[in-house]
């Protein structure tokens, strides 16, 4: 192979790789309104970092903590709970302001009924959600997300997001 050859198919694998960037990780803050099955609407906070995965193109893995701010009622008792787990995510961008983006993942859930003894378990989960650029690195943040588990729950969350860059 020739010098040439070399240095045009150096070129070329150089130039596919910036036109691939890779995005830069995130941090979130959100707060949410839960509905935990049987039970009341619960104010909910919710923390996530997100990095993305090596050579592939708009896909993140997502770890997130959320806990019960102001709790729910379920048959006249408080009920907290808390999830941490891991999401795949993949973000489609629309234009340069405005992404959507869908995710899956697995949590543990803790849960515990005021007077009762507490519950833990693994939960699955599932959300869908858009990002508006507000700034250079910030975003505004919605998703819809369900959690399919020990305590089954709709959530819908507001919050910001700072990427890194």
């Known amino acids: ?16 790789t910036l036109c691939f960037a890779i995005e830069p990780p995130y941090v979130s803050a959100q707060l949410a309104l839960s509905k935990p099955a049987q039970a009341d609407t619960a104010l909910s906070a919710i923390m996530a ?3 993305p995965v090596p050579n592939q193109r708009n896909i993140f893995l997502e770890a997130q903590l959320s806990s019960t701010l102001v709790a ?4 006249s008792m408080a009920l907290t709970y808390s999830c941490f787990g891991g ?3 993949y973000r489609r961008l629309i234009n340069e302001n405005v992404a959507l983006h869908g995710k899956a993942g697995l949590l543990y859930q803790y849960s515990k009924t005021e007077h009762a003894k507490s519950q833990g378990g693994v939960a699955g989960g599932a959300g869908i959600g858009v990002t508006v650029r507000y700034g250079r690195n910030t975003h505004y943040l919605v998703e819809l997300s369900v959690i399919e588990g020990e305590l089954d729950m709709v959530a819908v969350s507001a919050g910001i997001r700072y990427q890194f860059r």
Request: aromatic share 8%.
């Open 87 to 89: 999401y795949g995510v």
């Open 1 to 16: 192979m020739g010098c040439q050859q070399i240095l045009f198919t150096s070129s070329l694998l150089l130039s596919s």
């Open 72 to 75: 729910s009622k379920r048959r």
């Open 49 to 51: 970092a997100g990095i």
